[in-house]
């Protein structure tokens, strides 16, 4: 028996989503061990160095992340953040250390008080001011495309979460 074309075509596009299932199967987060902010090292870190070249520093992290295979985070935000502190810390818990160095090119960039460096969400179509900090872009380098437009202020809230929760965010993005 013989299949028309369009048969066959469809078979050969199930046939490639099956090949590609398992490069889209979920990775799931690290169990943290910490189920309260109140147990992340204090004081909480200042992550945003405020004299960093931040177009040199996103351009090397995304030859990094392509090198590495990774998908590239830039972590807008600044110091005086609570938000962007405690996601910081969360971030040093060494479970999640490992998760993110695993699967992401991580770069901190200060935006100051929303008047700095704002060429780097904009580079990602963000051109509105932010709706909070920390706001984070999820970047597959090798289009530089934002993966995860309309979610990037997520954790500008991020001292209502746990800190699991902001790791299955992380996660739900590979």
Known sequence: MRLP???LCRIALLASALAAAP???????P???????????????LPYNTTADADRAVAEARQRAIARHKLLLVDLGGNWCPD???LAGT???????????????????DIGRFDK??????????TRRLDGVPALLVIDPHDNRLIDK?????LADARNMSPQALAD???SWL
């Not at 490069?23 to 987060?29: G, I, L, T, W």
């Not at 169990?31 to 870190?45: C, E, K, R």
């Not at 309309?150 to 997520?154: I, L, M, P, S, Y």
């Open 31 to 45: 169990h943290l061990d910490i189920a309260s902010f109140d147990q992340l090292a204090q004081p909480l870190p």
């Open 150 to 154: 309309g979610h990037v202020t997520a």
């Open 84 to 86: 962007c502190r405690i």
């Open 5 to 7: 074309a369009r048969s």
């Open 23 to 29: 490069a889209m199967a979920a990775v799931h987060a």
């Open 117 to 126: 460096n704002l060429q780097i969400p904009a580079r990602y179509g963000i």
């Open 91 to 109: 971030l040093e818990n060494p479970r999640l250390k490992a998760f993110v160095e695993e699967h992401y090119e991580l770069v901190m960039v």
């Open 169 to 171: 965010w992380l996660a």
